[in-house]
């Protein structure tokens, strides 16, 4: 079983629409991050969280807001989806003894797009 | 500000040796790491080089760093259509533990 895992893997939403990306991870780690992916830009970091009482912005927060409901779960809402949120959104996780702390584990992606 | 810079495509013909560059810009950066991210899936990770080391071998792989320069290389020695994927550089600013990701380049594999 994948160690991240991301739900839906697909999603196609209108403009308007509030809609929730879920990740959950069996990993143990305390650390997780959301990502989008857009082609020619690579990754930049939405929000981070180091523990479950612990949430960062990251470069990129605006129009998205994130819940940390356990160790295990951090889920990325768009509260109304515009169409420049079209992109694959990435979960990821790490923990502070692998390679210093930044070695992250990624999620397969969840590729949404909004109409 | 911290910045990573990639080529955005690499073609090379199968059985040739690939290079994908990079450079970055916090001379502070631990570790800088190369992922790989097939065709529909999430970013894996392939190598990585802690600073005070110039080169790193791994099979068909080699990892090259310049810290002078502030450049950083993978050498895909054999390329085969495995191969194919993007990969992305990121560094390690001292702070925050965050990576800072290269825009990731594609390499496409000639027959």
């Known amino acids: 079983d994948a160690d991240v895992t991301q739900t839906p893997r697909n999603r196609i939403t209108k403009t308007g629409k509030r809609i929730m990306l879920e990740c959950s991870q069996t990993?143990?780690?305390?650390?997780m991050y959301w990502y989008r992916q857009d082609p020619g830009l690579g990754l930049r970091l939405i929000y981070y969280?180091?523990?479950?009482?612990?949430?960062n912005k990251g470069e990129i927060s605006d129009g998205y807001s994130v819940s940390r409901q356990a160790q295990a779960k951090f889920s990325l809402s768009l509260e109304s989806a515009i169409p420049n949120q079209t992109a694959l959104y990435f979960c990821?996780?790490?923990?502070?003894?692998?390679?210093?702390?930044?070695?992250?584990?990624f999620g397969p992606g969840t590729r949404l797009t909004v109409t | 500000g911290e910045d990573v810079e990639q080529s955005l495509f690499l073609s090379v013909r199968e059985g040739d040796s690939s290079v994908i560059n990079c450079t970055y810009t916090d001379s502070s950066s631990t570790y800088l790491y190369w992922y790989k991210q097939e065709p529909g899936a999430g970013l894996q990770l392939l190598t990585y080089?802690?600073?005070n080391m110039d080169m790193k071998q791994d099979q068909r792989l080699t990892v090259l760093l310049n810290k002078k320069d502030k450049h950083l290389s993978l050498r895909i020695a054999d390329t085969q259509t495995g191969d194919s994927a993007i990969y992305f550089c990121?560094?390690?600013?001292?702070?925050?533990?965050?990576?800072?990701w290269g825009a990731g380049t594609k390499l496409i594999i000639k027959p």
């Open positions: 969280s180091f523990d479950v009482k612990d949430i």
């Open positions: 990821a996780t790490s923990d502070p003894r692998d390679r210093g702390g930044y070695e992250q584990y």
């Open positions: 080089i802690f600073s």
């Open positions: 990993k143990g780690h305390d650390r």
């Open positions: 990121a560094e390690t600013p001292d702070s925050n533990y965050q990576l800072i």
